[in-house]
């Protein structure tokens, strides 16, 4: 079977995780916290980064931590992960859905101020499968109505605009480290950003809200939302090695391309000018008479021991998050799939999925 995803684990994970294991620093507290925060702050070019237990509660922290709540919206793309907008529901707040780009799945900037209402407080647009949202934009409307940002970044470590790191863009960036993910501590998440007393905001939340100066007074309801020191130490390994895995993604994305890019019924990711996409997830979309067939072909490809998955179903088109729907997200969410997309994959197992879909393709 060639996997969709799996992560690469070398002899320097083994290391550190064993030196944190044996080290008798197991929970929260240890070195290897404070060195995976200092790390990924710096390579995300932001003053801090928090370590959180998953990206799903990084994201619920991150709209905590601007009390963000009950009356409140939050504006999110339709094409998105559930914790996206679950996120925003944990706080009381509710999401509005806007409808995405086709090329870059992303949430479409020029539909956002007509979702706008005396109520919005933030938008959280979302870099998926690896694309980066278009933040200049962004910023720009959510400074015309004062609106935080919060970017969902889960998928994106390692994307760029203009040479700046995804997650640094919005007042605060949120990563997740689940074992599908750019790089994983098995479960587990990151918040960045710059502002001081955001970030002691955040770090209180966190952990129960104990005050800083007397030991079990809390001034207010907290969570246990902490990474512990073995998954940090994970990270570490991972993120030493954040330059050869997004090397290596570039190159399946080439491998892919060379040989299914001239398919006239057939899209891969397209990036836009100026963006760097990390590839989280080779994309397919199938076109034409092809559009209708996409769940034909994901069963096709298990046949041939091939794994791949559905793109995500648009939020509004759940039970939990029904609403108008959305043209684009609704289109593109039907005809599109991922493909096998790991640092271990090799060219010869690229070649097979690429001819599986080729034959699937010239017999339907
Ligand atoms: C993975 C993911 C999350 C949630 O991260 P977890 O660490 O699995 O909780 C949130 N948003 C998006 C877009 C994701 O892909």
Known sequence: MIPISKPSITEKEINYVEDAVTSGWVSSLGPFVEEFETMFAQYCGCKHAITVANGTVGLHLALMSYDIGAGDEVIVPDLTFVATANAVRYTGATPILVDIES?????????????????????????????????????????????????????????????????SFGNIGVFSFY??????????????????????????????????????????????YRMTNIQAALGVAQLERIEEILLKRRQIFEWYSLRLA????????????????????????????????????????????IDSRPYFYPLSS???????????SDQVSSRGLNLPTFFDITEEEVDIVANTILTFLSKS
């Open 103 to 167: 090329e870059t799945l992303c949430i479409d900037v020029n539909k956002i101020e007509s979702a706008i209402t005396k109520d919005t407080k933030a938008i959280m647009p979302v870099h998926l499968y690896g694309h980066p949202a278009n933040m200049e934009a962004i910023r720009f409307i959510a400074d015309k109505y004062g609106l935080v940002i919060i970017e969902d970044a889960a998928e994106a470590l390692g994307a760029t605009i203009g040479g700046k790191n995804v997650g």
């Open 179 to 224: 074992g599908n993910k750019i790089i994983t501590t098995g479960e587990g998440g990151m918040l960045v950003l710059n502002d001081d007393l955001l970030n002691d905001r955040a770090r209180l939340l966190r952990d129960h809200a104990m005050s800083k100066t007397k030991r079990y007074w809390h001034e207010s309801v907290g969570y246990n």
């Open 262 to 305: 001239k398919n006239p019924n057939i899209t891969l990711n397209r990036t836009k000018k100026g963006y760097i996409n990390c590839y989280w997830l080779i994309c397919i979309e199938l076109l034409n008479e092809f559009s209708g067939v996409r769940d034909e072909l994901i069963e096709y490809l298990k046949k041939a021991d």
């Open 318 to 328: 759940l039970p939990m998050y029904k609403s108008h729907n959305c043209s684009v």
